[in-house]
C-alpha cells in the first residue's frame, strides 16, 4: 500500500513491468523517479516467500458408566503444527539488503490437553435433581522456532544459506507453558423451572511461576448461575409461548499463555556471531515483573429470555457489569529507569454492557412454501471506565505519528487516543498563525477520542418465497476514532480532494486569531484573516504528520455486509437423478460501505508482532468486495 | 465407591499440586542467558552508543550547526533553531538504555565471583562517564545518582530523580578520578575481541579517561563558582604525567573502526549503512559548513562534498 501512496498518480504503471535496469539483470533493480516506493513488479516477481504448514490433530476420548448414576469421561488431545517458511530478497532489495538475503524458518509448535470429567447424578425426589460434576485438566504448550538468516548473498539469485557472504545467523526460539486446573460444578433443578449451577475451580499457571518466590502460582475462583423459567412456574398469557429469567455471578482468573514474564535475563545478540568469534548480549527492554498475578474478573450478570406469539417474536436481552482486576499488561517506562517499559498488572477496569438479540416474523403466509419474512436484529454496547491504575497514567501503545498514543487514565477508558492536534479557542475554534496562515499545533498531547466502538448493530431481513429464498444483512458500529497513516501521507503529497482549496489563490482557515497585548499576552480572540499561501504548508498544519487530530476520523460506519439469493431446485424434478436437493447461488459481501472515514474501509487492524494495535490505520490494502455464485448438490 | 472417589481426587490435588514446583522450571527462559560475562555485554554496548550518536549527529546536530539544511521551507526546522519538544528524545531514549548495559558491565565485574575484573569495572565508569556527560550536556539537569535502577533487584525505581548539572560534573570528575586509579592497579586483562576501540591495551583506555576528564574540566572552567577548583584539577593532570597518563599521539585515539562491510546485518557495519541514498541528498549542506571549507582551504572539504549533493541522479 506504501508503494500507492506514493506513486506518482500520472505515470504508466507499464514502465515499471522490465524491473531490472538492462544489462544487470539479477543486480540492479528499476526504481523509476526514487527508491522511496519499491517496484511492485520485482517485489511481486523477486521479493518470494515460501511456505509449507503440516498439521496434525487428534482427539481420543473414553467414557464408562460405573452405575447408571456415576459416569467417568477421560480425554486426551493434541495438535501438531510445522510450518517450514522462507524469505528469498534479491540483490538491491532496499537499503538493508543491498545484496539480497536468504532466510528460513522451521517452526513446530505442539499443544495436548488431558483432562477428565467424573460426573454423578441423582433424583432426590420428584421435585429435585442433583448433578455434581467434577473434573480436571492439564495443558501443555511448546514453541521451537530455528530461524537462519543469510543476509548478504554471494552472487544474485544464490539462495541457499550457504551463499551467505557472512556466518549465517542463527535466532532461535524456544517456549513453553502449562496450565492445570480442578473444578467442581453443582447442579440442582427443582420441579421444571428453577436451575441452579455452581462451580469451583483452582488452577495452576506456568506462566505465572518463579523460581524467586515463595507464594503459590495457583488461584481459586467460584461462579454461580440461576435460570428461573417463568412460563412453567406461573401461568402467563396464553400470547406468551416462552419466558425465563438469569442472573449469574462469576469470578474468572488467568495467568495469560504468554511464559517467561517473571525472570529478568541477557538477550543474544546473533549478528555478532560472525565477530571475533563470541556469544554477545544485552539487557533487556522490558522490565519484568516476578511477582506477577493473575487477572482476575468479577461479572454480575442479568437476562431475560421471551418468546412469543406463536414463536413468531423472540427476544433475549443481557445486562452485565465486569470488573477486571489486574491485567496482565506492557506498559511504556521512562527510560531513565534503564528500560522501556515493563510488565504491569494494571488497576481495575469497569464494564458495563447491555446486549440485545431480537428476531420476528412479520410476515408468513400459511400456505406451503408461502411468503415469509424474518428479521434478526442484534445489538451490543458496551461502557469501559478505569477506576484504579497503579500510576496516574500509563502507556499501553503509541502510534508513529503526531505522538498518537493510548493512554490509560483513572476515569478514562481502555482505548483512549490522545496526541497531538490544534491549539483552540476556549470556545473550541482552531487558532491559526497570523503571519503564515497556517494552524497551530500543540506542543503537548490532547485527548482526542476513544479507539473502540460505543455501539454496534446488525440487521438481517430474509424473505422466502416458493423455491426462492433472498437474504441481506446490514451492521454499523459507532463511537470510536482512528487515526489515518495514509490520509496524512495523501494529503502531505496533495493527492486527496481535500487538499485542492486554495491551492492557486491561498485560503484562509475557519477559525481564529490570538488577539495580543503590548507584553504578548493573549487577550481574545479575532476572526481569521491569514491567508495561507504555502498550501503544502497550510494542509501539513491541519492534517499532516505532527497533528494526529487533524488526521483522525469517526469510524462510525454502516456496512451492506451480505446479499444473497438461493433458489432452489423444486425435489420433483431431481428424483429421477437420484438427487436429493439442488440449490443455485448468487451471493455478494462487503457490498457498500456508508462511513465518514476517508481511506476505504474503517473496519482495520493494524498488526504489530502478534498483536492487533487498534485505532492506527498504517496503510493497510482496502478491503475487497466479492461476488459470487454457488451451487449445491447434496445427494 | 465415594471412597474411591475422595482418594482419586485427594491424590490428583497433590499431583496437582507438585507441578507448581516444575512449573518454575517450565517458565525459564530458554532464550535468555540469565548470567553473562562482561564482555559479552561491552562490545556491543559500545557500538550502540557510537551508532546513535552518529544517527543523530545526521538527522539533528548537524542541522543544529548548519552543516546541512532540510531545504523544505515550511515551519520546524532544526537549521532555523524552530524545534519541536517531541524532537529531543533521541539521545534520551537510546543513551540511557545503554547505560544499562555498562551500569551491567560493572556489577558484573564488580560482584560476580565468576567474572571480577577491575579493568572492566575502571573501563565501564570512563564509558558511563562519556555518556552521562553528552546526557547532561544536551539536556542539563537529568537524572544521574538514581538513573537506571528500574530492576525490583536495584529498587525498581521507575521514576528517578533529577539532579543538579553541577553535581552530575562533579560526580563525574570524582568517578574518572576513581576509574584513574581501578586501570592503575588493575592486574585483570580485557579479552582483545570484545574490545573494538583498544583491543584490550588497558593503558589506552586510562587515557582516554583522562583525556575525556580534561575536556570536561574544560567545560566547566568558565564556570567562576567552580573555575579554581576545576583549573586545579586540571593543572594537577598536567604536572603528574604518571599519575595521570593522556592520549598522547595519533595512534592513541579512541576510534571504533567500522568493517565498511556492506551488509547491514554486519555487526561493525556502520549505522548509514542501512540508510537509503536519497537520505543524503535530500539535506543540502549549508552555506556556512562549506563557506568556511572554502575560505579556510581545508582538504576535508574532498571528504565532505565530493559530488553534487543536490544532483539530481535519477
Redesign the interface.
Known sequence: MYWYIFWQPNADIDWLKNYWVNGQEGRKIFY?????PENPYAIAYEFLNEYERNNLTGNVQVSYD?TKD?SLMVRQSGDYTMDDRAQKRPWDA??????GSYRTQDITSQEYTSDFL?GYKKQLNSNWDLKGT?G?S?TKNRYSREDL?A??LLSPGAYTLDSA??DV?SY???????Y?S?YAIVNAGYKDYLYLELTGRRD????????YRSN???FTYPSLNISYILSEAVKLPSSIDYAKLRASFSNVGSGGTV??R????????P??D????????????V?V??DLRPLRTVTYEVGAEIQMLKRRLGLDIAAYMGNTKDQILQSI????????G?IINAGKVRNIGLEIALNGTPVKVKAKNGFKWDVNVTFSSNRNRIMEIPDSSVVLGTGAVG?GQIVARVGGSMGDMYG?GFVRSPDGQVVFDPV?G?AKIT??VVFIGNTIPKGKLSIQNAFSFRNFRVSALFDGQWGAVGHSLMHYKMVEQGKLKVTVPGRYNGIIGNGVLEVLDAKGNVTGYRKNDAVAT?I??YY??MMGV?NAEGSSFSTDFIKFREARIDYTVPARHLKRLGIDRVTLGLYGRNLFIWSPWPMFDPEFGTLSGTDITQGFEMAQFPSTRTLGANLVITF | ?IKN?LLG?LL??FV??S??KR????????????V?SP???F???LV?ILSINMSRNYSFNNELMQVTVNMG????KVFRYDI???WGTQP???L??Q???L??VYSIADTSSRYKNDSYKGVSIILQSWVYSILTDTYGD??YSE???????DGA????KFDKQKDIYMAIYDSLEVANKILEQSKDTITS??DPVFKGDITKWRKFGNALYMRLLLRLSGKSEVAAAVVSKFQNIINNPVQYPIISSNSESAILRWSG????????SSPF??????DFRSPGLGEFFIGNLRNWNSPLIQTAARTAPTALT?
Request: with cysteine; proline share 8%.
Open positions: 523509476p523517479y526514487s527508491t522511496f460405573f456415576l532496499g537499503s538493508k539488503m543491498i545484496r467424573l467434577l480436571g492439564i538468516r543476509d548478504g557472504e557472512t545467523q532461535p526460539y524456544r517456549s513453553m507453558f502449562e492445570s480442578l495452576w499457571t506456568s506462566t505465572l511461576a518463579n523460581p503459590s502460582v495457583g511464559p517467561y517473571t525472570s529478568y535475563g541477557y538477550g543474544p545478540l549478528m555478532y560472525s565477530y571475533a568469534n563470541g556469544d554477545y548480549y544485552s539487557a533487556p527492554l522490565l515483573k516476578p517506562i521512562d527510560r531513565s529507569s534503564g528500560y522501556s515493563e505522538s497531538r503564515t497556517n506542543e503537548g504555502d503544502d504548508e501539513r498544519s505532527d | 465407591m472417589i481426587t490428583l490435588t496437582l499440586q507441578c507448581t512449573y518454575d522450571e517450565i517458565n525459564t527462559n530458554p532464550n535468555l542467558q540469565p553473562v564482555e559479552q555485554l562490545a556491543p554496548a550502540n521551507d515550511g515551519d520546524g519541536r519538544t517531541t534520551w531514549n537510546n540511557y538504555l547505560l544499562t548495559n551500569k551491567n537529568i537524572p538513573s537506571n535502577l528500574g530492576r525490583l533487584e525505581n521507575r521514576r528517578p575481541n570484545s562491510s556492506a551488509v547491514a546485518a554486519e555487526p561493525m549503512n542501512s540508510m537509503r541514498v536519497q535519477v
